[in-house]
């Protein structure tokens, strides 16, 4: 059974969903969860705690997508995993940013006044805001855990595809592509495939 703070946070998504931050009303919150507005508060303290949560939940959602797309099957130390876990990453990177606003805003750095801010942003400047950076930094980070012990090169050429691949599955989400998902693997495949000249040097 969900916590209280779950069902708020599910409440929350399935209210933005439906209508613009600034229109979300906590009363509506609390009642969609079916908890007092009084726990909602001794939750999240007010409606920028519950935003900043949302936030964070996406965040977490989406880190948690590139971990199953890096442990697809084919990844590990197989011939190519690299490669294969780059374009399954990229791949995620697309879907999830369409599927949710709050991840493609958190991707691209792409903020309106329809959604929840992070904690930071527009607070004080100098506080760190979550953003593209950490996002991209974590997918690095798990890319390298991944392929730490795989191809030639490592976690580090691991991490290195992945961010370039999370980088151009970007380009996607601000342009897309006529047709969704044109092009995007191939593309990356094309990208992560070792040159002739490289292999000689």
């Keep these: 059974m969900p916590t209280a703070r779950e069902s708020l946070l599910e409440a929350a998504g399935a209210a933005l969903a439906a209508r613009p931050w600034p229109a979300v009303r906590m009363i509506d919150v609390a009642a969609a969860a079916g908890v007092s507005r009084q726990t909602l508060y001794n939750e999240f303290a007010g409606k ?14 989406y880190l948690d997508g590139v971990d199953r797309a890096l442990s697809a099957p084919g990844a590990g130390g197989a011939p190519g995993a690299a490669a294969e876990g780059a374009v399954a990453v990229a791949e995620w990177t697309v879907r999830a940013g369409r599927e949710r606003p709050l991840v493609r805003a958190l991707l691209t750095g792409c903020w309106n006044g329809d959604l929840p801010v992070p904690a930071g ?18 997918v690095r980070e798990r890319a390298g855990a991944a392929f730490g012990a795989g191809e030639r090169g490592g976690g580090r050429e691991g991490a290195q595809r992945c961010e370039l691949a999370v980088r151009i599955a970007l380009s996607y989400l601000i342009a897309p592509a006529e047709q969704p998902g044109t092009g995007l693997a191939g593309l990356l495949r094309l990208l992560s495939a070792t040159s002739p000249r490289a292999g000689a040097r």
């Design 48 to 61: 920028t705690g519950l935003g900043h949560a949302l936030v964070r939940r996406d965040a977490a959602w």
């Design 121 to 138: 942003r527009g607070v004080r400047p100098g506080l760190p805001a979550l953003g593209p950076d950490e996002l991209i930094r974590g």
